[in-house]
């Protein structure tokens, strides 16, 4: 392996952009983290938490419908959020899937506007109305704190069957245009409310027939270079602030058989070289058995990083024997940062994409 010295990784570090001087390696590395939060209303939990996002050791949280309290569901959510951003230096992201319809976190049970899905806009086909059902949800994040929504879908509805796309109404339509033109009103909506849209799953996950939430989606025989189509027209706009990449599998684009989301060849060489694309690339959730089960979690780290992703989410929604503290992966990720396994000059330059996204949405008021 190559290794780099303690005293090279230093000036590499300190001699980096414009007002990165005072950025650390672990600061660099925490903002790469994002995670789940499995039990707010435990104080330990909590408190190590807290510990680790003053200490700058994750730049991000994810929540879901199971963070959210039964009972005065606006003002817990708001104040928990107004909690974890108190104790970061470098504010955090704070994010949602919140696509509408199917994947819908903040239901109106809790008193949120009810949403619709991606198919019944785009068999309505009319972009008025999926504007307004983007404003509606950008306005709602916007006033309890978050700051960062996966969604739209821009998957193309390649296979009637897909089991996790298209039977639960997650995509726009079979044809590309209309999907991006529709994803489009979608991130419009969004703009005013400083809550960045995030196109998924890269590069299409429309025609697989099988779930990588359950293990591996194979794509290869299945694929059609159309899925491409919406990201080419998006990215062109200049409008697309992040992507997240999907866990499938496609020889057509990595013959050496790499999920996309730790892929070099789909990532670095497809998404940034040929597409163009310069914004912030999320992965999926790390926890899928597509990644875990098949590479375990200190492979798959590495090799995503080193395959171009500038976030790892892991959302912690798993049993709580096989949940990877934050701690730990910060520590892996340095680890091997410090023996060269993973390029320190990656790491620089994912904190600097990430760094500039929350400054767009006004996140830059830096304690340090």
């Known amino acids: 392996m190559k290794k780099i010295s303690i005293t090279a990784l230093s000036m590499l570090f300190f001699y980096g952009a414009i007002g990165e001087p005072k950025d650390s390696l672990d600061i660099m590395i925490g903002q790469m983290i994002q995670i789940g939060i499995t039990d707010f209303g435990d104080a330990s939990v909590r408190n190590e938490l807290r510990n680790l996002i003053k200490t700058g050791k994750v730049g991000g949280v994810i929540l879901f419908e199971k963070n959210l309290q039964k009972e005065d569901t606006k003002v817990a959510l708001k104040k928990m959020i107004e909690e974890l951003q108190k104790e970061a230096n470098i504010p955090l992201f704070v994010a949602i899937d919140e696509e509408g319809g199917y994947v819908n976190r903040l239901k109106p049970k809790y008193g949120f506007p009810k949403t619709v899905s991606a198919a019944y806009l785009g068999a309505m086909d009319d972009l008025d109305s999926t504007k307004f059902y983007s404003t509606q949800t950008a306005q709602t994040l916007s006033s309890l704190g978050f700051n960062i929504n996966y969604a739209p879908s821009v998957d193309v509805a390649i296979n009637p069957n897909n089991p996790v796309i298209v039977k639960n109404k997650r995509s726009y339509s079979k044809d590309p245009k209309t999907v991006a033109r529709h994803a ?6 969004h703009k005013p409310f400083n809550v ?6 890269f590069p299409g996950h429309g025609s697989s027939q099988v779930d990588t939430h359950l293990g591996v989606a194979d794509v290869s025989n299945s694929w059609q270079k159309k899925e491409l189509e919406p990201y080419i027209t998006l990215i062109k706009t200049g409008s697309v602030q992040a992507i997240m990449t999907a866990h ?18 789909i ?3 497809l998404l940034r070289r040929e597409l163009g694309y310069e914004g912030v690339i999320f992965s999926d959730d790390m926890h899928m058995a597509a990644i875990i089960k098949n590479y375990g979690f200190k492979e ?10 500038d976030c790892l989410i892991f959302s912690n929604n798993i049993f709580t024997d096989d949940i990877i503290s934050a701690k730990a992966l910060h520590h892996h990720i340095k680890t091997q940062v410090l023996m060269g396994t993973i390029d320190a000059k990656s790491i620089t330059q994912s904190y600097r994409r990430l760094i500039k996204l929350k400054s767009a949405l006004g996140l830059n008021s830096l304690k340090y």
């Open 267 to 269: 990532i670095t060489d």
């Open 248 to 265: 499938i599998i496609n020889q057509n684009l990595d013959e050496d058989l790499f999920p996309a989301t730790l892929s070099k060849r």
């Open 300 to 309: 798959a780290v590495v090799l995503a990083l080193n395959a171009g992703i």
């Open 184 to 189: 489009n009103a979608y991130i419009e909506g």
């Open 196 to 201: 960045a849209t995030v196109l998924k799953h």
